[in-house]
């Protein structure tokens, strides 16, 4: 059983890598990558249902509404937090349930927060500047992993 978690981990630690060098270069997330995504922690989360493994159904249905909740958010900001960001994020949703959800948001906005503030200080940044945040999300996602 312990296996297949740290399975799962590695896994999801390599998509969100991925995904995270394609933001920082490009901005633009592939629709088929998120969809993948999608499908493969719906996957996961059945598997781990098979076998004993699984989270609630409810906390994986609020984590996805969460995800939701941030697609409407760039839907009102005409992208000004990405549909792609958005979709990670109910991905997620769907892979850790609401309350791991909520720990990797904290801590994602907490160091996108930090790097804006560093980069404005610096006069590195504009205050209109973009920076991609799903490189946050996998931090979050690590730092949610390793306190257990």
Same mark, same amino acid.
């Given at each position: ?53 699984? /989270?609630?159904?409810? +906390? ?7 995800? !939701?909740? &941030? =697609? $409407?958010? #760039?839907? %009102? ?16 949703? /769907?892979?850790?349930? +609401? ?7 904290? !801590?994602? &906005? =907490? $160091?996108? #927060?930090? %790097? ?20 946050? +999300? ?11």
């Amino acid at each position: 059983m312990q296996q297949m978690c740290e399975l799962s981990q590695g896994v999801w630690i390599v998509y969100l890598t991925c995904l995270s060098l394609i933001d920082i270069r490009t901005r633009k997330i592939p629709i088929w990558l998120l969809g993948a995504g999608g499908i493969m922690a719906i996957f996961m989360q059945i598997w781990k249902s098979l076998k004993g493994a699984s /989270i609630s159904p409810i +906390l994986i249905v609020s984590g996805a509404a969460v995800g !939701i909740v &941030f =697609l $409407g958010i #760039s839907k %009102i900001t005409r992208e000004a937090f990405g549909y792609g960001d958005g979709i990670v994020i109910l991905i997620l949703g /769907i892979c850790l349930g +609401l309350w791991d959800l909520l720990i990797v948001l904290m !801590i994602s &906005f =907490l $160091g996108a #927060s930090l %790097i804006a503030i560093l980069l404005l200080v610096w006069n590195k940044g504009a205050k209109k500047q973009s920076m991609p945040f799903i490189p946050f +999300l996998c931090i979050g996602y690590v730092a949610v992993i390793l306190m257990g």
